[in-house]
């Protein structure tokens, strides 16, 4: 056998080449789409929250929280390429918020500690929440809570119940992971490559 017939082809060599960078255009643009998303929705959350039709806080923190989560997930691959990323996934700190704005419920009277996930704290009514991987997960757990709820429209009678119920991450989560994505992403030139919009939590209405 010729040195020639071991050569690789080089249509062969120039069709990976060229399927290797279709590939990662379209993670960066799957990354970039996922970032818009994030943004629309706190663009837009201002009018959808006072328009006549304005749905409930908790399904725009939900849906908030969901476009915030693709982004992350997304991102995963940047996160586990530097040691910051790896810290950012695991440590970084959200929060402080109240816990019944983490809460659909209604007057909540205890919640048990125990139940609540290792990336969370509870300390004097609010909640802490530790890294991105955390932020993550955090609409998959479920925690146990004693709460009033009313039973009719005029506000009594109430009925005290215990009941494990979801979190749903409120705006101000959804932000600062956001935020710290975004902070990941700047720092390895990434947001500049996308060409990334910019957002900032001080526009109106945020």
């Known amino acids: ?45 201002p009018a959808a929250r006072y328009s006549r039709d304005a749905p ?14 693709a982004y992350i997930v997304e991102a995963k691959w940047l996160f586990d390429a530097s040691t910051k990323g790896r810290r950012l996934w695991s440590d970084r700190q959200l929060g402080p ?16 500690a125990s ?6 704290t509870y300390e004097d009514g609010a909640l802490k929440l530790y890294g991105m991987g955390g932020y993550v997960r955090l609409s998959e757990t479920q925690v146990r809570v004693t709460h009033t709820k009313t039973l009719d429209r005029r506000g009594s009678p ?8 979801a ?19 700047a720092d390895m030139g990434v947001l500049g490559e996308l060409g ?4 900032e939590s001080e526009e109106p209405g945020a």
């Open 1 to 45: 056998m010729s040195s020639d017939d071991s050569a690789p082809d080089e249509r062969v060599l120039l069709e990976a080449e060229s399927t290797e960078a279709y590939l990662e255009r379209r993670r960066f643009q799957d990354l970039l789409d996922a970032r818009d998303a994030v943004v629309e929705r706190l663009r837009g959350r």
């Open 196 to 199: 990334a919009g910019d957002w």
């Open 56 to 69: 409930p806080v908790q399904h725009l923190d939900d849906d908030l929280h969901a476009a915030t989560k």
């Open 115 to 120: 139940t609540l996930p290792a990336a969370v």
């Open 158 to 165: 109430t009925r005290r119940d215990k009941e494990r119920v």
């Open 167 to 185: 979190f749903t991450p409120p705006r101000q989560l959804s932000e600062q992971a956001f935020s710290a994505t975004d902070e990941l992403l």
């Open 97 to 112: 918020v109240p816990v019944e704005a983490a809460l659909a419920v209604g007057e909540l009277d205890d919640l048990d």
